[in-house]
């Protein structure tokens, strides 16, 4: 038989590669399943391997270390939210304590009469006829209304009435607070209408008074009213503020 020549053997080969054989596909299958495997193995051995040497005990000390530095951050963050808290609870406190202070003096600004106000009240609109309206008669209305819960008064829109305002009887009219006021003398008086209507119309009131005087009532009663007369803050000469009064 003739030796096979170079040439013959490539051609076997070719036709093997071009055409394999089903054993040739079952090897090779397994190659590469083979340097898959190992592929896998090789990367599985460049895991980090910080803790590899560590002996067992090192490794719980590892771990309580890990499990201390939790609970210190976990009391920590306990700490922060009740300081927080802490802070929005007085924040509250001193926005309640401004709301009261402030409320407390609004309700001083309007009795001491330092401010303007409005709101429901009575009009009262005394008309002389042939007697002067006396200074008592008037004293009379102005402190039954106060009474009666009227929280603000001014005359004639010139003049604000305070628990201070003082009168007195003048020539051509009546002296309040040193200003002379001539009638008719109108009262405006911030209240609930028709208590303040009531306290001063009732049988034998301040009203029936002034009219057995000979003089003229007209009230009215208005869902609004506006007093704009106001007085200087009165500043006391010898008062002052006792901020400890259990002397302590």
Same mark, same amino acid.
């Given at each position: 038989?003739?030796?096979?020549?170079?040439?013959?053997?490539?051609?076997?080969?070719?036709?093997?590669?071009?055409?394999?054989?089903?054993?040739?596909?079952?090897?090779?299958?397994?190659?590469?399943?083979?340097?898959?495997?190992?592929?896998?193995?090789?990367?599985?051995?460049?895991?980090?391997?910080?803790?590899? =040497?560590?002996?067992?005990?090192?490794?719980?000390?590892?771990?309580?270390?890990?499990?201390?530095?939790?609970?210190?951050?976990?009391?920590?963050?306990?700490?922060?939210?009740?300081?927080?808290?802490?802070?929005?609870?007085?924040?509250?406190?001193?926005?309640?304590?401004?709301?009261?202070?402030?409320?407390?003096?609004?309700?001083?600004?309007?009795?001491? =009469?330092?401010?303007?106000?409005?709101?429901?009240?009575?009009?009262?609109? #005394?008309?002389?006829?042939?007697?002067?309206?006396?200074?008592?008669?008037? #004293?009379?209305?102005?402190?039954?209304?106060?009474?009666?819960?009227?929280?603000?008064?001014?005359?004639?829109?010139?003049?604000?009435?305070?628990?201070?305002?003082?009168?007195?009887?003048?020539?051509?009219?009546?002296?309040?607070?040193?200003?002379?006021?001539?009638?008719?003398?109108?009262?405006?008086?911030? =209240?609930?209408? !028709?208590?303040?209507?009531?306290?001063?119309? #009732?049988?034998? =009131?301040?009203?029936?008074?002034?009219?057995?005087?000979?003089?003229?009532?007209?009230?009215?009663?208005?869902?609004?009213?506006?007093?704009?007369?106001?007085?200087?803050?009165?500043?006391?000469?010898?008062?002052?503020? !006792?901020?400890?009064?259990?002397?302590?």
């Amino acid at each position: 038989m003739p030796d096979p020549t170079p040439s013959s053997g490539r051609t076997r080969l070719l036709r093997a590669m071009l055409k394999p054989s089903r054993s040739q596909v079952v090897v090779g299958v397994l190659l590469a399943l083979v340097g898959f495997a190992a592929i896998v193995q090789v990367r599985a051995t460049e895991v980090d391997t910080t803790y590899a =040497g560590l002996r067992e005990q090192d490794l719980i000390d590892v771990l309580n270390g890990l499990a201390g530095t939790t609970q210190r951050a976990e009391s920590e963050i306990d700490r922060l939210e009740e300081a927080r808290e802490d802070l929005r609870t007085d924040t509250r406190r001193v926005g309640t304590a401004l709301e009261e202070a402030q409320t407390q003096a609004d309700t001083l600004a309007i009795l001491a =009469g330092t401010v303007p106000v409005t709101g429901p009240g009575i009009r009262v609109t #005394i008309t002389e006829t042939d007697t002067a309206v006396q200074v008592q008669d008037f #004293i009379d209305l102005v402190q039954e209304l106060r009474t009666s819960n009227a929280e603000a008064m001014q005359l004639n829109g010139k003049v604000r009435l305070v628990a201070q305002s003082s009168f007195a009887e003048a020539t051509g009219g009546l002296v309040v607070d040193g200003e002379l006021l001539g009638p008719p003398y109108v009262l405006d008086a911030i =209240g609930a209408p !028709d208590t303040l209507s009531g306290a001063i119309s #009732i049988a034998r =009131g301040v009203v029936a008074e002034l009219e057995e005087t000979g003089a003229v009532v007209e009230i009215q009663e208005l869902g609004s009213l506006d007093i704009e007369s106001v007085r200087e803050p009165l500043q006391p000469d010898n008062a002052t503020p !006792d901020l400890d009064p259990a002397g302590q």
